[in-house]
Antibody, heavy 116, light 110 residues
Framework: QVQLVESGGGVVQPGRSLRLSCLVS????????MHWVRQAPGRGLEWVAV????????YYGDSVKGRFTISRDDSKNTLYLQMNSLRVEDTAVYYC?????????WGQGTLVTVSS | QSVLTQPPSASGTPGQRVTISCSGS????????VSWYQQLPGTAPKLLIH???QRPSGVPDRFSGSKSGTSASLAISGLQSEDEADYYC???????????FGGGTKLTVL
């Protein structure tokens, strides 16, 4: 069955960096685009980034552009989100999701807390 | 504010039919398909409707989606207590080059 498992969240100080991972199984990872979506406490869903199935295109939400980088390693069935220059407002649960012109499978999320 | 506009709340009694609207523009809903997501309290979002009106396997046929022009709607018939959740619409925006979510609608079953 399709599974997406995020990891790498934690508490980090403002201005520092963190890398999230999303390990997938149950499907051919290299055939699918992948997204990161986040949800701040008590708030709605905010799209963060997408990477094409072949890594040829990457798009970012305005609030993370220039600070976050999405990448993938098909040999490891893993999606990444490198987060630099973190801000307090980046505090959220971060989800990875598979793209099929909709987000059809989601992970359980990993919590990132940015606090001094 | 969100690119896609949803009402912040909706409510209904068991057995009723409720609809949730999602308003966008020509660059998102007007030119791309809409999907809907259900988020039960404390859980990850789940795909409810894709391609405007298609239900993934396992989603009850009480849930239906529609799209007209730059707006879309999610309808839930035969409302049940377990339908109490947050609902989000989404679509790709060609002009902004991003995936747009609506602000979410909190559905309360009275």
């Amino acid at each position: 069955q399709v599974q997406l498992v995020e990891s790498g969240g934690g508490v980090v100080q403002p201005g520092r960096s963190l890398r999230l991972s999303c390990l997938v199984s149950g499907f051919t990872f290299s055939h699918y685009g992948m997204h990161w979506v986040r949800q701040a406490p008590g708030r709605g869903l905010e799209w963060v980034a997408v990477i094409w199935y072949d890594g040829s295109n990457k798009y970012y939400g305005d609030s993370v552009k220039g600070r976050f980088t999405i990448s993938r390693d098909d040999s490891k069935n893993t999606l990444y989100l490198q987060m630099n220059s973190l801000r307090v407002e980046d505090t959220a649960v971060y989800y990875c999701a598979r793209d099929t012109w909709s987000l059809d499978y989601w992970g359980q999320g990993t919590l990132v807390t940015v606090s001094s | 504010q969100s690119v896609l506009t949803q009402p912040p709340s909706a409510s209904g009694t068991p057995g009723q039919r409720v609809t949730i609207s999602c308003s966008g523009s020509s660059s998102n809903i007007g030119s791309n398909t809409v999907s809907w997501y259900q988020q039960l309290p404390g859980t990850a979002p789940k795909l409810l409707i894709h391609s405007n009106n298609q239900r993934p396997s396992g989603v009850p046929d009480r849930f239906s989606g529609s799209k007209s022009g730059t707006s879309a709607s999610l309808a839930i018939s035969g409302l049940q207590s377990e339908d109490e959740a947050d609902y989000y619409c989404a679509a790709w925006d060609d002009s902004l080059g991003l995936w747009a979510f609506g602000g979410g609608t909190k559905l309360t079953v009275l």
